[in-house]
């Protein structure tokens, strides 16, 4: 397998660049890849020093490494830009063709996102997730009055996961409540339930595979067992039609794919920092 | 304030193009923006709607509207293109370049960052997200001899998001252990502690705003006196300067910054999926 390195490099985070270069790069499967990052990269004694890196990194493997970067002094990026490395800078690939769609100057300021800038905006975010951790696994029902959803069920969906995600990304209030053996036989919805109907998602997922995740869990359990999953997400599922609940089968879904697509099929514009 | 109206499309979970295009726009602050994201956009069908929705937007402004796309399949980035929009394609963008710069032809599959495609690295985050939430706050002291990082500091100073954070998008291994007046008092370590200094990483923040933090969440109480905010955070960076552990000022940090600098400083990449 041919073997390349990859460098990201901001004045910042980096999670833009480092988000954007894993993305692309996975076109490139058929390559093995070596990524270093280097943030917070502004100061010209941190940018020679990152030159020096890039450099090396050449000499060492006799190929350009390619550099994924997001460097808004333009000095700091005239000088990566003299490194042996393949400069692909965000700010230079997108400004000039924002300018021009937008008919407007850019401000040319330190990359924003990802810091506590819109103090509201990450206030938030902060107390989503306290609030997901408060009212996590239906411990306090009272919570769900403050929810923007609910996600219902059965124990080892990734409701909780989806939860925490949803929290600290988009800052959205997001409680989960786990279907029980009891709450199955009920041919209801549980009751601290009821009152928000339409802020519920249900989660389901294959039986054989929620066996397997239970399996590593509580190995030999009966609520590890093939049968026990088969039952539970039969039941929950023949609830969700039952009383009309939208539900997702996550068997093959991330946390992120999860929630990208409930917020969407809900209708919300997310917005992260 | 003049505004604009930005679209995030994708045949994915459009996660990558909407932390792109926030990023860049933060250029152009003197602007207002609408966003509005279009996920799982992989069909023909998918693609006249978005299309429709697109062009609604410019009659509707008279602007052509942005579009940060991340569309692998050729004919539906063609389809988006015919918009009246102005559409930017990160594989329109990028993959010729890095092409060039690989000596390596690109597989053009769906996007496949923020899936679960590696199923390994998916699971490592979900293991490490239960962990965090297993033994948050000091409650499994056992656990810290499986944790990559131990998070220390007083109460309200961001170690529970943080671990929370680095769990869910790096699959970090963290706990954290919060000081109590108690452990403040003595000249040592906490004896739970001891044995994994070289793990542990010390978090302080300005008194005057962990006192602002703490009044929300428990007003008028000795615990958020702005006294006692002097009396914790002073105690704990004595300690952390006395026992040698490296430490953190957080008072202007997000959890990204917070996340970045540990492991920057640690000298550990990080990867995303």
């Known amino acids: 397998m041919r073997k390349a390195n990859v460098f990201f490099i901001s004045d910042h985070t ?36 990152a030159l020096e890196v890039i450099n090396g990194s050449y000499h060492k493997t006799g190929t ?37 769609a937008l008919h407007e100057a ?6 924003k996102s990802h810091s506590m800038t819109d103090g509201d905006r990450y206030g938030s975010r902060i107390e989503a997730l306290n609030f997901a951790l408060n009212s996590d696994d239906g411990v306090n029902f009272k919570d769900y009055e403050r929810a923007d959803l609910i996600l219902v069920g059965v124990s ?24 029980t053996d009891e709450d199955l ?15 519920i998602r249900g989660l389901t997922i294959d039986p054989n595979k929620l066996h397997l995740i239970r399996q590593e869990r509580r190995p030999g359990s009966t609520y590890a067992s093939l049968k026990q999953c088969h039952k539970e997400t039969a039941a929950v599922e023949e609830l969700f ?33």
Chains 1, 2 share one sequence.
Request: glycine share 4%; proline share 8%; charged share 20%.
């Open 64 to 100: 350009p490494p390619v550099v994924f970067s997001s460097i808004t002094d333009s000095k700091l990026r005239s000088k990566i830009k003299e490194s042996s490395g393949i400069v692909l800078d965000l700010f230079d690939l997108f400004i000039p063709a924002l300018e021009n």
């Open 156 to 179: 080892r969906t990734g409701k909780t996961p989806t939860c925490l995600y949803l929290a600290l990304q988009y800052g959205v209030f997001a409680s989960n409540y786990p279907m």
């Open 241 to 273: 039609v039952r009383e009309n609940i939208p539900f997702l089968d996550v068997t093959n879904f991330s946390i992120e794919e999860i929630s990208t697509t409930i917020l969407y099929e809900a209708g919300w514009q997310r917005s992260r920092i």
């Open 185 to 199: 036989e009920s041919i209801e919805l549980p009751k601290p339930l009821r009152p928000h109907r339409n802020r």
């Open 14 to 49: 980096a999670i833009t660049v480092e988000t954007l270069g894993y993305s692309v790069l996975t076109q490139f499967s058929s390559m093995e890849f070596e990524f270093r990052t280097i943030p917070f990269m502004n100061s010209p004694v941190k940018a020679e020093s």
């Open 106 to 111: 850019p401000i040319r300021a330190l990359g």
